[in-house]
């Protein structure tokens, strides 16, 4: 069945190969109108201004057991959307990954692409990633915007964390990561970081894979795993370039962990994200990892801990009256009110358009460095942190769900649990 199908695919292929003119998708604008019948074109086309103007990140199309899943990822959820006709399942795929200029010919590995439109004059990247699956394949294309890259001051920092990010940028050297879970706005935050630094007088060199804006003032490097060209080789060569900045993508593994620690004894300022709940499990992580608690020590400038909430719809917000839970958590009197989104075809109905950061600033210690080289637990260094810090995700959370940012229940979401008295505004 699947042999057949990837002979189907194939045949498609070779023809489709022969008739249209590769470029084809490019041409985003002009087919809004399209000729009578439905073709995979059609679909596609309607499909990436749908996703575009729907503010998706990201548009994930599956091969399932009952036929092709569409979902689009909106403010860090999914949505479905509706999927082309079964009879052009397997064009929308083969298209798709022909005009992403992926390698065809063996659909069992994964490949990545991508291609370009343009949707009501706004340019949009579209990166693309298909993942060999029992049913097929899934295929993930993200969406990146130029208008997504924000400025430091909009991503959503109270001012002394904004205050504390700046001062560990302006140190001359240090490691400073953003650690968060997928789909927390690391890269965001570090895009806006680098845009702050370059300003010109300072060198800085980005070491991306691959790379997703271009940046004034950056040297942008990209690196290429199967040419032997990684994160490791790719920071042992970086300091010849005489950096004042460097940024890698992230910290995935021990060599590149490490390289990025030299590179900060070396006398650079390092940028760099890691996946990781939070701050503790960041640094556990790295020691899991074998990286030297010495090196770690001497190396990590500062944590930040991020997540992304939706923000309230600004057409349909309003005013009303906290639950009791919500007046505990929120600390308010009686006769406060806080702001929801009541839903309007601006944010389709969900009471939410757009996000807001919450973060937790976490500068390194000498108190922090002397507990490294026991190997502490997460849970140890959560406690280390609460109590010497006094910063944390659910309070900056909370606050901003009383200045009517966001909202109770996606401080809820974003935690994944109810939160502890600990976690409790202070
Ligand atoms: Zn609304």
């Given amino acids: 069945m699947k042999q057949q199908k990837e002979e189907k695919v194939k045949e498609k292929k070779q023809n489709r190969r022969a008739a249209k003119p590769a470029e084809a998708p490019h041409k985003t ?52 959307y509706a999927g082309p006709e079964t009879s052009l399942e397997d064009s929308v795929l083969s298209q798709l990954k022909k005009m992403s200029r992926m390698k065809t010919g063996d659909e069992r590995v994964p490949r990545d692409g991508r291609f370009g439109a343009i949707v009501d004059s706004r340019e949009v990247d579209f990166r693309v990633h298909s993942l060999p699956t029992s049913y097929g394949e899934s ?34 050297r ?74 890698v993508g992230g910290l995935g593994d021990a060599d590149t962990a490490r390289a990025a620690l030299e590179t900060v004894l070396g006398g650079h300022v390092v940028l760099s994200s890691i996946h990781a709940s939070d701050a503790a499990e960041a640094i556990t992580r790295l020691l899991g990892m074998g990286v030297d608690p010495y090196l770690l020590g001497a190396g990590l400038e500062g944590i930040i801990e991020q997540r992304v909430l939706r923000r309230v719809c600004p057409s349909c917000k309003q005013m009303v009256t906290p639950s009791a839970t919500e007046r505990e958590w929120l600390g308010m009197k009686p006769g406060q009110k806080i702001v929801k989104g009541s839903g309007c075809p601006e ?80």
């Fill in 347 to 426: 944010c389709k109905g969900s009471g939410y358009k757009g996000r807001v950061g919450v973060f937790a600033v976490l500068p390194v210690t000498e108190e922090l460095r002397d507990l490294l080289p026991a190997r502490p637990q997460p849970n140890a260094l959560r406690q280390f942190y609460r109590k010497a810090q006094r910063v944390a995700l659910i309070p900056d959370g909370m606050a901003k769900v009383k200045a009517g940012l966001t909202t109770f229940d996606e401080v809820i979401r974003m935690g994944g649990y109810m939160p502890s008295q600990a976690d409790a505004p202070v």
């Fill in 174 to 247: 240090g490691l400073i990561l953003v650690a968060g879970p997928a789909v927390s706005g690391k890269t965001t935050t570090l895009y806006a970081m680098l845009s702050e630094i370059a300003k010109g007088d300072k060198k800085v060199v980005s070491l991306e894979y691959p790379i997703e804006f271009d940046m004034p003032n950056v040297i942008q490097s990209q690196i290429d795993p199967r040419s032997g060209y990684d994160y490791p080789t790719a920071l042992r060569v970086v300091t010849r370039q005489d950096p004042d900045v460097v940024m």
């Fill in 29 to 80: 604008e002009e087919a809004t109108k399209p000729a009578p019948g439905k073709t995979a074109e059609k679909w596609i086309t309607t499909m990436i201004q749908d996703a575009v103007r729907q503010r998706s990140d990201a548009v994930h199309i599956e091969q399932q057991h009952e036929g092709l899943t569409v979902r689009f990822r909106v403010d860090g959820t999914l949505r479905p």
């Fill in 139 to 172: 295929l993930a294309l993200r969406l990146l915007d130029r208008a997504t890259l924000v400025p430091m001051t909009k991503l959503g920092l109270q001012p002394d964390a904004l205050a504390k990010v700046r001062e560990m940028m302006g140190k001359p």
